[in-house]
């Protein structure tokens, strides 16, 4: 999202490092095992203990640690400047922490053949999934040893636990909606996916950093919306990088095998019947040109090696129709996160490091 | 909707030539023709590259993902 490409010095490294070491603080009364699974998860890729080459940062490494942390702590910032930054710290945490675990669960529940999964196996990272869970809200309970009153203590609490049955609603629906026919799903309905997926986990991170600083109702509802648009930007986003990468980068007519094993690289959602709004798109134009039968989109893929030319073309036009109407109503919900940022931005402008890592 | 705005502006595109050679030769007068408002004409006018020239979409930002 940042388009600053020069950069070769780590703006984030401050923050970063106020958060590991408040993160090593929770971590240090971990049992050795659990302890070094926990570990491991946050060395994920974006994780607050990814590392990177400290030597070049890109725009690309610079994002990748902890922006889940960052975000909800630089807000809590550039609401409240002199916030504690122990305070603020601690319940940008449990936003990674939350956030983390829901990523592990998404890896099992989608069957991704994560580098964690891999090394940990299924049960442990289930296990590791729980402990994360459960590290977010000590990490708010743990508010009340700095003085944070009981009242905002439970008001993150409230807010972390009506994003969790958001966020758990929306990965169930995404799992139900698999075997549904992909002729039969709306555009809305993808939409609304990405809302309670990604969208629900940046409205999380915005409302919590803005909530701890002690922002109005009004200014918190205007954080929490400018999260959700930009978490529905890049779940767009991702959902079209996806889909383009599998048709153009790998090839089009794909055997069912290497249908699986290109899954296996980049968790493809078109594999598992996801109904990603590109492929939703693509497979209403299918409907409507080839018929209803052959909307089925692994269908379609492996039929694809034995069609005409010109049936193959038919399809390609499709999938590529989708791709591009996903990307504009991803850039779409860029413009709308923008303008919410502007309604922010006329009362105090972010500082040049939160618009950095927003990168709107 | 919005939405449906795009969606119907890239199949047409997509499936009329006339009107996609048109937003190859004079983007801003097919833009401004179909009176979108300030915020759709933004997207549409980031979405001609890939609809009249068949630019591939931009590479992941890759961000919260």
New interface residues.
């Given amino acids: 999202m940042c388009e600053d490409r020069g950069s070769s010095v780590n703006p984030f490294a401050a923050h970063q490092q106020i958060l590991r070491e408040r993160l090593h603080f929770f971590l240090c009364t971990l049992h050795p095992a659990v302890y070094a699974d926990v570990v491991r998860a946050f060395e994920d890729e974006l994780k607050i203990l990814h590392q990177v080459n400290q030597d070049i940062y890109t725009p690309q490494n610079i994002r990748s640690s902890g922006v889940w942390s960052l975000l909800p702590l630089l807000v809590a910032q550039h609401v409240a400047p002199e916030i504690d930054p122990t305070y603020a710290s601690s319940v940008a945490l449990a936003v990674e922490s939350f956030v983390t675990a829901i990523d592990l669960l998404d890896d099992i529940e989608d069957e991704d053949h994560t580098e964690i999964v891999h090394e940990l196996g299924t049960a442990r990272v289930i296990n590791t999934a729980a402990i994360l869970f459960t590290l977010a809200q000590q990490a708010l309970l743990s508010l009340s040893d700095i003085g944070i009153p009981p009242t905002t203590i439970l008001r993150l609490l409230q807010t972390l636990q009506e994003s969790s049955l958001v966020v758990s609603t929306g990965q169930h629906l995404d799992i139900v909606v698999e075997n549904r026919p992909t002729h039969e799903f709306t555009g809305e309905e993808c939409i609304e996916i990405a809302a309670t997926k990604s969208g629900a986990l940046l409205r999380l991170a915005c409302l919590m950093g803005a909530q701890c600083a002690g922002a109005s109702d009004e200014l918190c509802a205007k954080y929490a919306e400018f999260g959700e648009l930009l978490g529905i930007a890049a779940q767009l986003d991702n959902d079209c990088n996806d889909l383009y990468y599998l048709l153009y980068s790998q090839g089009w007519a794909l055997s069912s095998e290497e249908i699986v094993r290109t899954s296996n690289m980049m968790k493809s959602d078109l594999v598992r019947g996801k109904k990603t709004l590109p492929i939703v798109l693509a497979a209403e134009e299918i409907a409507k040109t080839q018929g209803a039968s052959t909307a089925n989109m692994q269908d379609a893929l492996q039929q694809a090696a034995t069609l005409s030319d010109t049936e193959n073309e038919a399809y390609m036009r499709a999938f590529r129709e989708g791709i591009i109407t996903a990307w504009g109503i991803c850039l779409l919900y860029r413009e709308r996160a923008s303008e919410r940022l502007q309604e922010l931005e006329a009362q105090k402008p972010f500082t040049p490091l939160l618009h950095l890592l927003v990168g709107v | 909707m ?2 449906q705005l ?2 119907e502006f ?2 047409r595109v ?1 499936t009329d030539e006339k009107l996609c050679e048109e937003l190859k030769n004079d983007p801003d007068g097919v833009i401004m023709r179909e009176g979108f408002s300030p ?2 004409a ?3 006018s ?2 001609v590259p ?2 009249a020239f068949d630019k ?2 931009d ?7």
């Fill in positions: 919005e939405e795009i969606q890239v199949h997509s915020r759709v933004q997207v549409v980031r979405l890939h609809l591939p979409i590479p992941s930002l890759n961000f919260w993902h």
